[in-house]
């Protein structure tokens, strides 16, 4: 972590709030981060500030409208609608109870809303209710394999895996420090070990370069 924080600087998310989240995760599936981020800010110009009322009230063709720059819009726009109902049927409008809940039990809640996954859960727990998680994208996957963290495909033995060497108060900077590192470096494809931060320690990058 020392080295990612010296060639990446100490990072925060860009975002907190529990619902922005789960719409920047839903508009990021399957698209560049570019494109996703152009979409949440077209969203956002059109409504004024994100919330679940609002997105629960618009058509889907409407969202669809303004998310099209982040591909797959109407299956997106769908989502965004579904989860926006259930939050406002279910949760009166706001996730801020749920994060009030122990972790495992908020978890279970965030998990039963409609396209959300182990990684988006666990990025609305750390990054809205500062909760000890490492949330686990393919990058993450990767690395745990090439820096020989765990081998598993299992999400949660991954996570566990990675929690068990970062302590709890550095877990979501741990995420972002290493989600830079898959994506500057360590892509699934063709990992530029030759500049990585952290080639001296991984027994990947030795491997592959003799260092
Ligand atoms: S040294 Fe290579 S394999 Fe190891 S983390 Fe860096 S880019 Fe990935």
Redesign the pocket.
Known sequence: MEKLRERFGPMRHRLEDPFELLVAAILSQHTSDVNSERAFERLEEAVGRLSSRVLAGMGEGEIAKHIRCAGLAKVKAARLKQVSKKIVEEFNGSLSKVLKKPVEEARRLLLGLPGVGFKTADVVLAFSAEAPVIPIDTHLF??AR??EVSDSKDYDEVRAAYERLIPEGGRAEAHLLLLN??KK??SARN???H?????R??????A??KL
């Open positions: 990767t690395l090439r820096l590192l898959g470096y360590c990992p530029k070990c500049e990585c931060p952290v080639r320690l991984c027994p990947s990058g030795k592959y370069h």
